[in-house]
């Protein structure tokens, strides 16, 4: 079944520590997000996706990095620089990035800090 | 900027009951689209309709329905005889062309609503 994985369901970050969230496709979809989740909160988009080997920023980019080095994957760094890490981190997809289009999304990460 | 209000925070009914969540939105673009997610338990949001602005047409789906007023800029989603399995947060989205590429940098989403269907 074509879909969204995304992997670890949970993790936990040491102060200091960068972690990497991982986010496969296998959709052949050209675009692809990420978008963080707060309690009582919408959907904050945090990096986007169009084409391999480019990415833009979203509304709340500040540390996070991501890459896209193949089609079918768009990892994502929190690193050390971002303070309040915890948050429920959803990966979408779509088929070319336009506005019209619906967003597949994975399962999600929930991100906690030690 | 664009704007979506899902004033209901929390909506809690007893199953069989009919019940509506509010979208009310602000875009400056004649041209746009309103999308409904719901997010269940598992966490993985789930598409359920896309609207574009120039189709008011109302749209019915077995116990769903979508109500599309520009007038009042509202985009209102009615789960009619509800059950259990509804139970789900429920995102409203507006996706305008005014960002810069009209990728899904222009997609907004609104807080969304939990809805809890009790037995």
């Known amino acids: 079944d074509g879909g969204i994985t995304q992997s670890p369901k949970y993790l936990f970050r040491k102060e200091g520590q960068n972690v990497t969230l991982s986010c496969e496709q296998n959709?052949?979809?050209?675009?692809m997000y990420w978008y963080r989740q707060d309690p009582g909160q919408g959907l904050r988009l945090i990096y986007y996706?169009?084409?391999?080997?480019?990415?833009q920023k979203g509304d709340i980019a500040e540390g996070y990095s991501v890459s896209r080095e193949k089609k079918e994957s768009f990892p994502l760094t929190v690193t050390s620089a971002q303070k309040n890490p915890t948050a429920f981190y959803l990966c979408?997809?779509?088929?070319?990035?336009?506005?019209?289009?619906?967003?597949?999304f994975g399962s999600g990460t929930q991100l906690s800090v030690l | 900027a664009q704007k979506v209000t899902q004033a209901q925070t929390e909506i809690s009914v007893v199953e069989k009951e009919d019940v509506t969540l509010d979208c009310v939105y602000e875009?400056?673009?004649?041209?746009?689209?309103l999308f409904w997610y719901k997010q269940p338990p598992s966490g993985e949001l789930v598409f359920l309709i896309r609207?574009?602005?120039?189709?008011?047409q109302n749209e019915i789906s077995g116990r769903y329905s979508w109500n599309f007023q520009k007038s009042t800029s509202s985009f209102n989603f009615t789960i009619t005889a509800s059950q259990v399995v509804d139970s789900a947060v429920y995102f409203c989205?507006?996706?305008?062309?005014?960002?810069?590429?009209?990728?899904?940098?222009?997609?907004?989403f609104g807080k969304g609503t939990h809805l809890i269907i009790q037995p």
């Open positions: 979408a997809s779509s088929i070319a990035g336009v506005s019209r289009e619906k967003l597949f």
């Open positions: 959709l052949n979809h050209d675009a």
């Open positions: 996706s169009q084409i391999v080997n480019d990415f």
């Open positions: 875009t400056r673009d004649t041209t746009y689209y």
């Open positions: 609207r574009n602005s120039f189709d008011e």
């Open positions: 989205a507006l996706s305008g062309i005014h960002y810069s590429g009209g990728g899904a940098d222009g997609l907004t």
